[in-house]
């Protein structure tokens, strides 16, 4: 589970962790935003509600939250699959539930305790607003281009780049809220848990960061 303020390049850090273990990156940031622009959403109530959360910063209800990623967990590991999350779960309640059926009981029962691995990227807030403001990702397949980058095509597929209602500087001040009290309380919670957080300098380019989360992983050793 790799966690971090707004920018600080959780999707970019499980995207590379992905592919040289072959993991599934399980990005509920784009899982969530892919569904609540569906076709369907504009027909079912409870779409419609998270949708307006979603576009204002705000963190989805996190009972629904819960449900659907331990869903979509559960057919992954069926499959075999270990997975790389980025920025989730993203309060304590998706974290820890009621009577311990948070999500992070629900992966000690599918993966082992010793099996999970706790990630925490540091960057500060101006760089956070910075590195947001500027970000572009792809219309097509998602993936995003470095806020200093000159693209104007995705890399990747070629699809034309958009910019994100997240990713309005007014919503990044909203997110970044919502990250100190809602998301941050759950690092602390784990540590009294047991678990112990990597620490990482998320304020190099990405495959400076890469380097340093593999010193800090023992995978396979």
Known sequence: MIYGPPGSGKGTQ???????????????GRYFENLLRSPEA?????????????????????????????????KIAAAGFSIV????PRT?????GTKNNGLIHFLEKLY??????????????????SRNSQRLVCAICGLPILANAKNKHCSFCAGPMRKRTLDDPKVIEVRLKEYRERTYPILQELKKNGFKIKEINGEPLPYKVFAQILKKLSIGK
Do not use: Q
């Open 92 to 96: 304590i309640f998706e974290a820890f």
């Open 14 to 28: 499980a995207e590379l962790l992905a592919k040289k273990y072959h993991f599934v990156h399980f990005d509920t």
């Open 112 to 129: 082992g305790r010793k099996n999970i691995a706790v990630i925490k990227l540091n960057i500060r807030e101006k760089t956070t607003i």
């Open 42 to 74: 504009k027909k079912n109530s409870i779409l419609r509600r998270e949708k307006k959360l979603f576009d204002s910063g705000i963190l989805l209800t996190p009972s629904w939250v819960l449900k659907t990623v331990s869903d979509a967990t559960k």
């Open 85 to 88: 999350y980025s920025g989730s």
